[in-house]
């Protein structure tokens, strides 16, 4: 099965085609007139992806070295996500899919995330407990087959990548805030400040990350922080001590829902996931549970098509691929069983 797919959820307008699971080409395209407003604007998203996806699509191909006509199937996110945004992949992969006579798949957004570390070399083993952490949504799962999904525990308020992006907000660093945050903490101290970590009692696996957030906002302003005139020092500190609690909070859950089901494989996906403490720590605490741990490269962590390919691939293993050319946008779309 060669499939052509296509990712337009948020700002990263992307494409990919792959061969079964094997990826052939993925190109992505990230929309920077986004970074002066500290945030993602949707009506300018769904413009840049119009002008965006026909190109984009044409070098997916092009990089794949396979010709349209040979293509088999159109797979293309449809929910969660910006609207406006959901709108011009579906309508593109409808048109693309209808003028080849194919079928069109619609893919959740999440289970692209879920599904990304198939993408790796080294792949992870059924049944398998994975981290989805991102700027929209923070998740456990528990994968015990292909699309047979169970979701263990989510944020009650913010997501993990939506604290990075304010904090960084807070201290003037500009959008979006995790891999900005995951530099400069590398040369701070993480234990100068004690942030706090929420639901840790009784191995609960719900997340909260608002408290955290507000605590770095009192921060700031008890030392009167002014981000024009900033102390490099104690940005590095803050973001060193905000990371590591994050960071530990993501681990001790994860680790704890992968003993009580008693897995040996461990995903994690999602934007937040490429962050280096976070890979690294999780790393080591798997190795002591004697599990292993499986996150795709940073690239594909962050929104693209590639996942969105490779869940396909899975679905229609199992379901089986059905034209969807009535597939509407669903911006709330939850994560299905
Ligand atoms: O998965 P993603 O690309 O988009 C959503 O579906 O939301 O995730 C974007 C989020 C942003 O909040 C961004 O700040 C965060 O992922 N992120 C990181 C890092 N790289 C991206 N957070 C922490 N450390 C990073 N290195
Ligand atoms: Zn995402």
Redesign the pocket.
Known sequence: MNILAIET????CSAAVLQDEILKSVVISSQLVHTEYGGVVPELASRAHMELIVPVVEEALRKSTLTKDMIDGVAVAYGP?LAGSLIVGLSFAKGFASSLDVPVVGVN??EG?LYSSFLEESRPRFPFVALI?????TMLIRVKEPYSHELLGQTRDD???????KV?KLLGLG?????V???LAKEGNPGTYDFPKSFMDGESLEFSFSGIKTSVLYLLRNIKYDPSNRDEKIVRDICASF?RA?VETLVEKTIWAAKRFGVKSICM??????????RKTMQTRAENINAKIFFPR?LY????AAMIGIAAHFKYKKFGMKTELTLKPVPNLPLVS
């Open positions: 959820s948020c700002d990263e996500g957004h999440m995330h952490v991102s700027g929209g949504h997501a993990a990548g939506e604290a990075f992006d960084a959008y979006p805030g995790g891999p945050i995951d530099k990371q994050v996906a999602g934007g937040v996931a490429a962050n280096s403490e976070l940073p962590c962050t929104d693209n």
